[in-house]
């Protein structure tokens, strides 16, 4: 998939790109197998909503599962990425957000980049958001909203919450750096709130300093988003300190090159 100059536009603009139905059922289909055999593993990649028992993330599995690390090189995700970062690209980043019909939790308002420039030392937000829809996503089971243009403040600083004090404060329901009630209300009165739908297979990218967050899930229906962040080979940030666990953030800064043939055959 080549991204046209119109689309490279309105990606700087508005700081996202929706594509409905770019992947079919059977590759789908064997994305989802391959989540659920994951989800069943007791491992700390998994992280747990705050009942215990339902699977709110799973991270790094694009290292253990072949057909995630072949997803993450098809040109489908891969040139896009590579020309919205301007060159070659690694995988920063696979994660797996599950929103569990009826108790799939809140994402609090947040963006992405504060995580990785002060947990990891990413110097630049030289990296994206490329999101697979495993499930199809409607207004009724917690559709991932978006603030367009939001992006365009850069990196708005915060301060920490109080947590653990460990990597698990960057992916709970209570978030490490959420953005305040005001500084969201100043955001949607420029940009308003897009929440992008559409059937499983859907593909949205968008940029890491692009506020977001979701609902909890109260209807029948998952909403399963599989998402890969690309990061520039030019970009690879040095750890302030200890660094996070590898399934959160890749060691291996390698350009990708493309995959061959179909995801599925």
């Not at 489908?76 to 569990?100: D, S």
Request: hydrophobic share 40%; proline share 8%; aromatic share 8%.
């Amino acid at each position: 998939m080549e991204l046209t100059s119109e689309q490279m536009a309105r990606y700087e603009e508005d700081g996202l790109l929706f594509f409905p139905s770019v992947f079919n059922d059977a590759e789908i289909a064997a994305l989802q197998t391959a989540t659920e055999a994951l989800a069943v593993i007791d491992h700390p990649s998994r992280v747990m909503e705050k009942d215990g028992r339902t699977v709110r993330a799973l991270h790094g599995c694009h290292l253990t599962s072949p057909v995630m690390s072949k997803l993450t090189r098809l040109p489908r995700l891969l040139r896009p990425a590579e020309q919205l970062v301007g060159g070659p690209t690694y995988v920063y980043q696979f994660k797996i957000n599950f929103k569990a019909a009826f108790g799939g939790d809140v994402w609090k308002w947040h963006q992405d980049y504060i995580f990785w420039q002060k947990g990891d030392g990413m110097v630049e937000p030289r990296c994206v958001n490329i999101m697979v829809y495993l499930d199809e996503v409607t207004e009724f089971n917690g559709p991932l909203m978006c603030i367009p243009r939001s992006h365009r403040h850069g990196m708005i600083d915060v301060e920490a919450a109080r947590g653990r004090g460990g990597w698990q404060d960057n992916v709970s329901a209570d978030l490490k750096y959420s953005l305040d009630r005001e500084t969201i209300a100043g955001l949607v009165k420029e940009g308003g709130i897009v929440a992008p739908k559409g059937p499983r297979g859907s593909v949205m990218i968008f940029h890491p300093n692009l506020a977001h967050g979701s609902a909890p899930n109260l209807s029948p229906w998952d909403r399963t988003m599989m998402i890969v962040t690309y990061n520039s080979v030019a970009n690879v940030p040095v750890p302030p300190g200890e660094p996070r666990p590898e399934f959160l953030v890749s060691r291996d800064s390698r350009p990708l090159s493309y995959a061959d043939g179909a995801l599925v055959a």
